[in-house]
Each structure stands twice: as structure tokens, then as C-alpha cells.
């Protein structure tokens, strides 16, 4: 199947600062890729879509200025959390279809702390 | 929207016995139908995905079953290991792997060696 990374794994910041947090598919193209927050012991809850050469697409309740999503090419999407807090420690995972099987696959995820 | 319901939350099995998960979703529209399996720290893996013009579908020990009048799909697992022990998702969407997915809450196996 197709691979879908991201980077980095694990992230520890402070309060307060923004975190960036790449998705690349490695060896496929993917103009969509989907950008989902985990909690523990939960699922996984649908957060926006990054869509290559356009502007993302909120779930709602979502806040688009705290979570910037850029679709820089057709192998990477990356979520940058501004001015983290707290609350947003949280397990992030991005997925990505893959067009030859109609399938979608998942990255590894990155866990975020925020002291 | 489409609200996908996953049951039971938990399940235990003795290593060898089958497990059965079963799902139910609301939207008539959906059409595509995968099953995740998720280890602790790990992203979802796909283990096996089912379309609505098929009824059932079995790769080795594993096989979806898909039942489009009653709104229902089903994960079958045979001779469980241990290593089966995981949480498992089921997912729906309307159009396919494009389309963003509708989880079902999960549920953890546990396979009793």
C-alpha cells in the first residue's frame, strides 16, 4: 500500500508558541489530504481538509486562525498550531487517498505537549 | 450528516475463536466502507475496506460483510493472536477514499492467549 509519513513524531513545546507539523505522501500525489485530532482513548475526529493549490476546509468548530493548514505541493500538507496551549496536547494524524486503489491512508502521527 | 455507530466498546476473545465488530451508519448515500486497526501510539492501518456494490469481502483471516438495506457492516476476524489485540474503527463515506470519513467510536480487542 501507499505510505503516508509525518513529522515529527513527537513535539514538546511552551505555551504559547506555534508548532508545525508536516504530512507527506511518499509515493503517490494526493491533492486532498484530511487532518484529524485524537484524545486518548477516543476517535478520531475529522479537524479540516487540505486541499492542494486552495484554501482549507474547516470542520465546524474547528478555528481556522489556530490551526493553519497549507497545501504546499502534492506530496505535503502541513498543520501549524499557533500559539499553543494546554488544551491542544492532543494526538494529530493525517491521512491522504490513495487514487490507484480508492483507498486512504493514514500517517503515523505526532504527539503534541504543551507545557 | 452521517453518524456512524460502532458496538460493542469493548471486546474479549480467546486466541483462536473468531471476533465479530459491528457497525451501523444512517446515511443511505455512503458507499464506501473501511475498517482501521489502530495500535497504542500509532496511526490507523487499513486492514480492509468494502464498496456498496459488493456484499462481502475476505482477505485470509479477515472479511467485511456489507448489508446496504439494513444499514449495517460487519468485521470478521478468524483464528485470532494475540497481535490482533488493537482498537478498531469502522468508517464510512459517500464518495470514496476522497472523501472525508466518518469514524465510529472504536472498539478494543483483546485476545486472551
Known amino acids: 500500500g501507499a505510505v503516508v509519513s509525518q513529522h515529527p513524531s513527537r513535539v514538546i513545546c511552551k505555551s504559547g508558541t506555534s508548532v508545525k507539523i508536516e504530512c507527506r505522501s511518499l509515493?503517490?500525489?494526493?491533492?486532498?489530504m484530511f487532518w484529524y485530532r485524537q484524545f486518548p482513548k477516543k476517535s478520531l475526529m475529522l479537524m479540516a481538509t487540505?486541499?492542494?493549490?486552495?484554501?482549507?476546509?474547516?470542520e465546524q468548530g474547528v478555528e481556522k486562525d489556530k490551526f493553519l493548514i497549507n497545501h504546499a505541493s502534492l506530496t505535503l500538507s502541513t498543520l501549524t498550531v499557533t500559539s499553543a496551549h494546554p488544551e491542544d496536547s492532543s494526538f494529530y494524524i493525517c491521512?491522504?487517498?490513495?487514487?490507484?486503489?480508492?483507498?486512504?491512508?493514514f500517517g503515523p502521527g505526532t504527539r503534541l505537549t504543551v507545557l | 450528516g452521517e453518524n456512524v455507530e460502532q458496538h460493542p466498546s469493548t471486546l474479549s476473545v480467546q486466541e483462536g475463536d473468531s471476533a465479530v465488530i459491528k457497525c451501523t451508519y444512517s446515511?443511505?448515500?455512503?458507499?464506501?466502507f473501511p475498517w482501521y486497526k489502530q495500535e497504542l501510539g500509532k496511526g490507523p492501518q487499513l486492514i480492509i475496506d468494502?464498496?456498496?456494490?459488493?456484499g462481502e469481502k475476505k482477505d485470509q483471516r479477515i472479511a467485511v460483510t456489507l448489508n446496504k438495506t439494513a444499514k449495517h457492516f460487519s468485521l470478521h476476524i478468524t483464528e485470532t493472536q494475540p497481535e490482533d489485540s488493537a482498537v478498531y474503527f469502522c468508517?464510512?463515506?459517500?464518495?470514496?477514499?476522497?472523501?472525508?470519513?466518518?469514524f465510529g467510536k472504536g472498539i478494543t480487542l483483546s485476545v486472551r492467549p
Open positions: 491521512s491522504a487517498p490513495w487514487s490507484v486503489l480508492d483507498t486512504q491512508y
Open positions: 509515493d503517490f500525489q494526493a491533492t486532498t
Open positions: 487540505s486541499n492542494e493549490g486552495s484554501k482549507a476546509t474547516y
Open positions: 446515511d443511505s448515500a455512503s458507499n464506501y
Open positions: 468494502i464498496r456498496s456494490n459488493v
Open positions: 468508517a464510512a463515506s459517500r464518495t470514496g477514499a476522497n472523501s472525508k470519513l466518518t
